[in-house]
Nanobody
Framework: QVQLVESGGGLVQPGGSLRLSCAAS????????MGWYRQAPGKEREWVAT???????NYVDSVKGRFTISRDNAKSTVYLQMNSLKPEDTAVYFC???????WGQGTQVTVSS
């Protein structure tokens, strides 16, 4: 059974940082592209970043230079380091095994003073 569990969300002031983690189980992590998405209140879910097994990354323009996606294949975990956070980054963040039906349950990130 595939399971994705996110952690690391919380409340942070503008300009602050958070590191999200997504631990995968079920023998699906190592050969797959992993991604982070987010959904703000009243908005559609949007793609944030992806990383291949080899470590190649892509980002939505709004987070380039501020967010970094990484993965530890030995730990079946993908991370999202978020720096210089802005109020518009407030959303529920989800991890996903790309091109599969598997999503995590989400972790809330709130950027507010």
């Amino acid at each position: 059974q595939v399971q994705l569990v996110e952690s690391g969300g919380g409340l942070v002031q503008p300009g602050g940082s958070l590191r999200l983690s997504c631990a995968a189980s079920g023998n699906i992590f190592s050969s797959n592209v992993m991604g982070w998405y987010r959904q703000a209140p009243g908005k559609e879910r949007e793609w944030v970043a992806t990383i291949t097994r080899a470590g190649a990354t892509n980002y939505v323009d709004s987070v380039k230079g501020r967010f970094t996606i990484s993965r530890d294949n030995a730990k079946s975990t993908v991370y999202l380091q978020m720096n210089s956070l802005k109020p518009e980054d407030t959303a529920v963040y989800f991890c996903r095994v790309i091109s599969s039906p598997y999503w995590g349950q989400g972790t809330q990130v709130t950027v507010s003073s």
